[in-house]
């Protein structure tokens, strides 16, 4: 059971968008410090089913709102003033702890706070807490959390998705009004699918990942999970842009992503892929797709058919680059500068038993893999392969970048499964990226936007890929595709066997 909520005659606090929440605030109608109550609120009343949050900062949040307030009152309209959102736990906060989802760094307290993290401090955003997450990023479904499994808002027996399912979970709960996750291979997109939200993930570059703690260096951004597109713009605009503290953070100046979205998609060229429209997917979500893209045609875009043909390399390139990537950036957890330390007495053994007991089982596999891929005798057989094979992967974008201006796909082959379900099976685990990892291997951007439910009532999502920097155009679609739909307005019901 789900309700519409433009059917009740005004929404609740909590239920708002952040643009509806600034509009709120800007008029005076509400303060941040009633607002931020009323998420905390929310939070206090349903978190205990959902567990999106691994700690709440409530004091803070009301210390910031005030803050935002009598920032107001001065006459300053930050473009977040007074906004609370949610922080997936793999971005450092400086003076609250970020434990990455793993015992390794539990305690650990930042001395510095993440760039993006500080933009939206700047922008007058009220931080309500930090959310859970698949251990150091790495999963689908946060069950590889240290902490607990975050549950799916639409169905408490299903996972939210991962690895950012605690933000994305928050935000479809309306526990948070939008939040952070980051993508290294779907991340941010899969979790908003699963959860029925909005997940954008920029291009690599687009924003600083100064302060993100490294999973795949050369694959993570930092996403939005937001209520609809418009949010999603509203973040983009505050985190994008160059960072002298990130050598990879692009110079290009960052655009009014709001302004791109003019709802008009007429003449927009949007490529289908066969590659993206498999045997084992779930029908109704190709159903789902399909219908969404028939919309943006009857809106006046055009629909092609392409091939994006190294497709089905993506998987084992994806699994070879981010484990190698991974068992390099994971070597700094040695039980001396960060976290937890076993406190064993010489230091071998201290290396040696804080590893053992601070990294859960996927983390250690991926380390294994990845140290594996880049030992002498194998590195050429499987790291520079891989390098060679992803290089082939990018020139398929490029190369389907000629004709089309959007790529749309499903964002997961499926609605979210079931918690237990895939756990214990990582090729299972892994093949629910299948339609994810690419981008993060060209380094393009992709936003994930709900298209409709499954017959369990569980949300479907698809996906628009841009080319490198091409956020206005797939934001323009994505918002143009939420105008002529109303997906995004049904609540979860919030029921299921809670835990
Ligand atoms: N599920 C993928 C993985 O486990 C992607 C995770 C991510 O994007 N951080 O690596």
């Known amino acids: 059971m789900t309700h519409d909520k433009t059917a009740q005659d005004k929404r609740a606090l909590h239920e708002l968008t952040i643009h509806a929440a600034l509009e709120g605030m800007r008029s005076g109608e509400f303060t941040s410090v009633q607002l931020t109550q009323a998420l905390l609120d929310r939070i206090a009343a349903v978190d205990g089913n959902v567990k999106a949050y691994l700690r709440v900062t409530a004091e803070k949040a009301l210390a910031q709102a005030e803050k935002a307030d009598r920032r107001r009152a001065a006459g300053d309209d930050a473009p977040l003033l007074g906004a609370p959102l949610a922080i997936k736990d793999v971005l450092a906060t400086s003076g609250v702890e970020t434990t990455c989802g793993s015992r390794i760094l539990q305690g650990f307290m930042p001395p510095y706070t993440a760039t993006a993290v500080a933009r939206l401090n700047d922008a007058g955003m009220v931080m309500l807490g930090k959310t859970n997450t698949d251990e150091f990023a790495m999963g689908s479904s946060t069950e590889n959390s240290a902490f607990f499994t975050t549950h799916n808002p639409w169905d408490f027996d299903r996972v939210p998705g991962g690895s950012s399912g605690g933000s994305a979970a928050a935000v479809a709960a309306d526990e948070a009004l939008g939040a952070l996750g980051t993508d290294t291979g779907g991340s941010v ?36 999970l937001t209520k609809d597109v418009r949010d999603a713009a509203l973040l983009l605009n505050v985190i994008a842009g160059s960072d002298p503290l990130d050598s990879t953070c692009l110079e290009t100046p960052a655009p009014d992503y709001t302004a791109a979205l003019t709802g008009d998609v007429r003449g927009l060229r949007i490529g289908l892929p066969d590659e993206y429209f498999i045997d084992g997917m779930q029908p109704e979500v190709e159903a789902s797709v399909r219908q969404a893209v028939a919309e943006l045609e009857r809106l006046g875009a ?95 974008f490029e190369q389907a970048f000629t004709q089309v201006d959007v790529i749309a796909a499903p964002t997961s082959p499926t609605t979210a499964f079931r918690i237990g379900e895939k756990v214990d099976d990582p090729i299972q685990m892994y093949l629910t990226d299948i339609f994810t990892i690419s981008a993060n291997l060209a380094g393009v951007c992709a936003v994930s936007v709900p298209c409709g439910f499954d017959k369990a009532n569980l949300p479907i999502g698809m996906q628009l890929i841009g080319p490198h920097l091409g956020e206005e155009t797939i934001l323009r679609a994505a918002d143009a595709y939420e105008r002529a739909t109303d997906w995004q307005r049904h609540a979860p019901a919030l029921t299921g066997r809670a835990s």
């Open 189 to 224: 997109r899969q979790p908003a699918a699963l959860c029925g939200v909005v997940g954008l993930k920029p291009s690599y570059g687009r924003v600083s990942r100064f302060g993100l703690i490294a999973y795949g260096s050369s694959l993570d951004q930092i996403g939005t």
């Open 302 to 396: 055009e629909v092609v058919r392409i091939s994006l043909p190294n497709t089905d390399k993506a998987l084992p390139v994806y699994y070879l680059a981010a484990t190698a990537e991974a068992s390099a950036n994971l070597a700094r957890y040695d039980g001396v500068r960060f976290g937890y330390s076993a406190g064993a007495d010489s230091m071998f053994e201290n290396i040696r038993r804080t590893r053992g007991e601070g990294f859960g089982a996927e983390v250690k596999r991926r380390i294994m893999l990845g140290t594996y891929a880049l030992s002498a005798g194998y590195y050429d057989a499987y790291y520079l392969k891989a390098q060679q094979v992803r290089t082939l992967i990018k020139r398929d």
